[in-house]
Structures are given as C-alpha cells and as structure tokens.
C-alpha cells in the first residue's frame, strides 16, 4: 500500500509526525519513505509493507498529510503501474529534457569513444539536426577480454566539454562498476558540468544486484537499464525496480533484442512489440536499441536499412527512446562499425523517426475516438 501525501508535507510538522507515530504502531508492518524533490513541488509517498491486506483504504485516507492511498500488487511496487487509483507519475526531467510515456527522444552517438576527432564530428552532425542528446560509450564491457575496452576515464574530460561546445544536455554513457558512476561525477565536476549524463545499465549487467543497488541509492543521474539477454521480461522489471527501491526512480527501460538462434539473421530477437507490454506494466519510459537488436547495415530491397525498419516499428509502437550507433567513420570504428549508421544518413534517419511517431500519435488519437464511440 502507498501512502502519498499532500504536496510539500513538512516532515517536521505536527501532523506529520502523527501520521509516522500510528504507521510505527500498526503491527507487522514496515513503512519506507520515498521522497521526490521536484522544481515546483516536493512529494513524499510512503510505502508499507508487510500485512497490509488489513488495512483499509478508506481508513488510511484519513489519517493526517495523506492525499491519496493506492493499494499496490506484490510487482513492482515503486515502478509499476497498480489497478486501484495509481496516478503517479510517467515521467521525469533531467537537465531541461523531458523523459516520459508519452515523449520520444533520440540518442544517437558512438557505440565507443575512439578518439577527439571522431568524437567531435559526431556532436557537431547531432547539433546541425538539431539534438540536444548523445551515447558516448567509454566504459565498453567486452566478451573477448583482448578487445579494446574503452578508453574510460581517460576520455571523460574531452567528451564532456565537447559535449557542453555542441549543446548536449544528456549522453548515455554505460557504467559496469561502482567507481566509474564517482569518475563521471568529478569528470563532471572539474569541466564545469556542461551536459548531463544517463547511466546506462548494459544487459550483460541486468541483475548485477550490488551494481544496481549503488546507482539505485545515488539521485543525481538518471539510469537507462537494459533488459537482460537471456531473462524474462519480469526479471528485467525486477532489476528496475532495485534501482527504485534504493531510491532513484527515474529509470527508463531499455529493449535491446534477446539472444536466441531466432534472432537470426539479426545480432539478437529484435523484441520492441514489447513496448506497450512495460507502458502497461510500469511508469517508465521506453527505450529501444536497434543497433544492438539489429547489429548490421543489411538493407532490404526498398531500401530501407533493417536498423531503421525496426526503429519504425519501436516508435510505431509507442517507444520513448532510440538509442543508436552511428560513426563518422565506421571501418575505423573500435567497436560495433559494421552495425553503425553514417553521419550522412542522420537527416533521413531523423525524418523517418518524425513519420513514425505521428504514425503513432494518429493511432492514439483514433484509439481515443474509437473508446469515446
Ligand atoms: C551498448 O549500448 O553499447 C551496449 C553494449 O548495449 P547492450 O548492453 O544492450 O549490449
Ligand atoms: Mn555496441
């Protein structure tokens, strides 16, 4: 059961206290406070766990500070989306941009920052089509441990203030280790913070439980994880909401294929049909990677590139985020150049993107009219 009370409860206030002095005595359960600090507002919701079958909601709304009262299923219990009254909210800002169920914006970046130059080039592009967000991989986590692995914090210092030159406001950038999450933070730090970044949780890493729960208890970076490879779609879920029961809940979901022979002739099963599956379950936005799901430049006879097929059929299906490899020069790439998109393609890249989505502003539209029939 949730909790969620007035906006900006004072915790010193009387009646605040009142509210934890009966939830301390109620028997058998535990609450944990969930704090939220907006621009305009703080929110605060208290969950409570344990027998909570007996609680009555009706009692509950009465009690002081208390707006409003959500019985929650055992699923998901910050992230999910839960039957009885559950309007929290579906989306978050970061550094000016707006995350949500009902946006969609585009990461198109290096799959792996290789040096300076490349690095420039590509921001540059991003900034001439008018992006404000990027990927910049530095921490690359390998299968073959004789790979070039990223040039990690090395880098950071460059990218970050090219970032700031070119007016990014976000970089996903992946994270596989606590101390990389405090190398970007002071990286950060000593350029002046000129970008923002989204601590990418990659799918070798879905249920890497101690490294979930270190970016789970830090609120300054938002995270994109990525579903497991090899997991169910619950067990994903169940890695996001480690991340929020630690404490940062603006997380999006990123789908990225899975492994399977099925997959073939793409790198991994491409699996963004799922995205009203997770709008539905949860609040977090969706992302879609369709370079990892597709993993080359194939082409089908229309000639329409299969990465740029499936990110149609992604955005058609409501998805918040593309996440995408490109590369000024992808035969010197360093890692995925075969599966990157050309600087010379972002405009039709970005065309193609702006009739999917209106695909799918149309058909929710039609939905609407068709439910109000
Ligand atoms: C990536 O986005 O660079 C990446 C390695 O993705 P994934 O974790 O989905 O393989
Ligand atoms: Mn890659």
């Known amino acids: 059961m949730i909790l969620i009370l007035r906006p900006n409860t004072d915790h010193n206030s009387a009646d605040y206290r009142k509210l934890m002095d009966y939830l301390t005595n109620l028997p058998n359960i535990q609450s944990r406070i969930h704090q939220e ?36 299923s055992e699923e998901y ?18 550094n000016g941009v707006h995350f949500g169920q009902n946006n969609l914006n585009i990461f198109a970046g290096l799959c792996a920052v290789d040096n ?13 089509n008018g992006q404000t ?27 970050f203030e090219l970032a700031g030159k070119y007016g990014m406001r976000v970089i996903a950038m992946e994270v596989t280790h606590e101390s990389h999450v405090e190398e970007i933070r002071q990286a950060l730090h000593i350029t002046g913070n000129p970008t923002g970044v989204l601590l990418q949780i990659g799918t070798r890493n879905t249920q890497n439980f101690e490294l979930l729960k270190i970016v ?24 996001a909401e480690y991340l929020a029961s630690e404490g940062n809940r603006k997380v999006i979901f990123g789908l990225r ?18 995205v009203p599956v997770i709008h539905r379950l949860t609040r977090m936005p969706v992302c879609i990677d369709p370079s990892h799901s597709v993993g080359s430049r194939e082409q089908s006879p229309d000639g329409i590139l299969d990465i740029m097929s499936v990110t149609a059929q992604g955005i058609i299906a409501g998805a918040n985020m593309v996440l995408i490899d490109f590369h000024p020069a992808p035969s010197k790439a360093l890692v995925d150049g075969p599966q990157a998109m050309l600087l010379k393609e ?13 695909a799918y502003e149309a058909r929710t539209a039609l939905a609407k009219r068709y439910q109000t029939k």
């Open 37 to 72: 600090v907006g621009t305009q507002q703080h929110l605060t919701e208290v969950y409570l766990i344990g027998d909570t079958k007996a609680l009555s909601i009706e009692d509950m709304q009465t009690l002081p500070t208390v707006e409003r009262v959500v019985r929650i």
């Open 77 to 94: 219990r910050v992230l999910g989306r839960h039957k009885s009254g559950d309007n929290r909210p579906t989306s978050f800002e970061y």
């Open 116 to 128: 300076p130059q490349h690095v420039e080039l590509m921001l540059k592009a991003l900034q001439e």
């Open 133 to 159: 967000c990027t990927r910049m991989g530095a921490y690359k986590p390998r299968t073959n441990p004789y790979s070039f692995q990223g040039h990690g914090k090395n880098c950071l210092p460059y990218v």
């Open 216 to 239: 789970g208890r830090q609120h300054e970076f938002p995270v994109l994880l990525k579903r497991g490879f090899g997991i169910t779609l619950e067990e994903s879920l169940n890695a």
């Open 257 to 274: 294929g899975m492994k399977t022979n099925m997959g073939d002739p793409h790198r991994n099963f491409v699996d963004f049909a799922h």
């Open 346 to 358: 972002l405009p039709h890249f970005l065309e193609d993107v702006a009739i999917a989505r209106k």
